[in-house]
């Protein structure tokens, strides 16, 4: 139950804080995102809720309810003047509806009403009133102001579209990454549409799962696929910088756990610094250094979390120093066992939960029972 963070030759050590046990069958958790000035996260979970909870503490503050299929995505309101307690979320049940976070009530709703699935969302645009959803074979956009839809977008993918992003730094360009394994450039300026907006293609050749924005100036986009190869780009000229086709056998070669079954996410704290996160099916997962400067590769793990989790790992949390650094805290796990872990520097602490195994003996649990699993995007 413990965590090893090695850098520049010296090992902190980390411990399970806490563990909240979100179900009492078989649901578990698919995303944990924090609230801009990090007083709440927000958990969403196979029972199509979003619950709330403190970061700091593991309070349980309430739960959005609603949606009637799988929550594909969530995110708080990054406008924190405007709508500080506003929580967004995109569902398979074809809605993408807000939450005021206070009194956890539905404040607004935009419905596709034609047997749709909104995979991902993301707000931007030059004036920042888009809303873009990642839909089966479509990029639709919306005016959020009064959720009128103002394009769709349908020739540019043929499959679904498990991510679109705005680029923070350029809100006018979209970027969108499908199962058909292109990643397509929009420039959502004038009235939309594929033939006049599509800027550019790039083919990655295998379905992808998530992307990101790497670097200072946002120049740089990292991709995970569905079969666990990554890479890296320049999203403006579609230059790639580095391509990591056996990503996770070098993962695993770099650590002595059992062999890295998944990827669960990427880390980017700022600038060119990149980390790939892989899991065990044990529940064990480990943050791997990735050197994008040549033909690439990736590093001997330099933080190892086990202990936890008895299943795979489905979201981590990272907390910046600023906000969980006084209470030592790393961040937060979640996971397909149900289960939020809370993880805290060892050090002179006195409340860290000791029912935990080592991480030397997590013990793979029985696959004897059938589970519906969640599609990986």
Not at 308 to 314: K, L, P
């Amino acid at each position: 139950m413990e965590v090893e963070v090695q850098n520049h030759r010296q090992v902190k050590k980390f411990g399970l804080k806490n563990s909240i046990q979100t179900n009492f069958g078989s649901d578990y958790v698919f995303q944990i995102v924090p609230k801009f000035d990090w007083t709440a996260i927000a958990v969403s979970l196979s029972t199509n809720t979003v619950k709330l909870y403190s970061p700091v503490t593991g309070q349980y503050y309430g739960e959005c309810k609603g949606h009637s299929d799988t929550v594909n995505q969530i995110a708080f309101s990054s406008d924190s003047a405007a709508s500080p307690h506003l929580l967004h979320s995109c569902s398979s049940d074809g809605t993408i509806r807000s939450w005021d976070t206070r009194s956890f009530q539905q404040v607004s709703c935009i419905d596709t009403g034609n047997d749709q699935e909104i995979f991902s969302f993301s707000y931007g645009g030059a004036s920042d009133h888009l809303l873009a959803g990642g839909c089966k074979e479509q990029v639709l956009l919306w005016d959020w102001r009064n959720s009128k839809q103002v394009a769709c977008l349908e020739e540019s993918h043929r499959d679904d579209v498990t991510q679109v992003h705005f680029v923070p730094n350029n809100p006018n360009k979209l970027l969108s990454a499908s199962v058909d394994g292109l990643i397509c450039l929009f420039n959502t300026e004038g009235d939309i549409n594929d033939d006049d907006h599509l800027e550019s293609v790039i083919n990655i050749g295998t379905s992808i799962g998530k992307i990101g924005f790497l670097g200072d100036c946002y120049k740089k986009l990292w991709c995970l696929t569905h079969i666990e190869t990554l890479s890296v780009w320049n999203w403006q000229d579609g230059s790639c910088e580095i391509n990591l086709e056996k990503a996770r056998e070098l993962a695993s070669d770099s650590w002595t756990q059992d062999n890295v079954d998944y990827f669960v996410d990427c880390h980017c704290p700022g600038g060119d610094d990149l980390w790939v996160i892989g899991g065990t099916c044990a529940g064990t997962i480990g943050y791997f250094p990735v050197n994008c400067e040549g033909p690439g590769s990736v590093g001997s793990a330099e933080a190892i979390l086990g202990g936890g989790h008895i299943d795979v790992v489905r979201s981590v949390l990272r907390m910046p120093c600023e906000y969980g650094g006084a209470a030592g805290l790393f961040g937060w796990t979640g996971g397909e066992d149900g289960r939020l872990c809370c993880w805290k520097s060892d050090e002179n602490s006195t409340d860290i939960n000791r029912s935990w195994t080592s991480s030397e003996l997590v013990v793979k649990p029985p696959r004897n029972r059938k589970k519906n699993r969640h599609s990986p995007y």
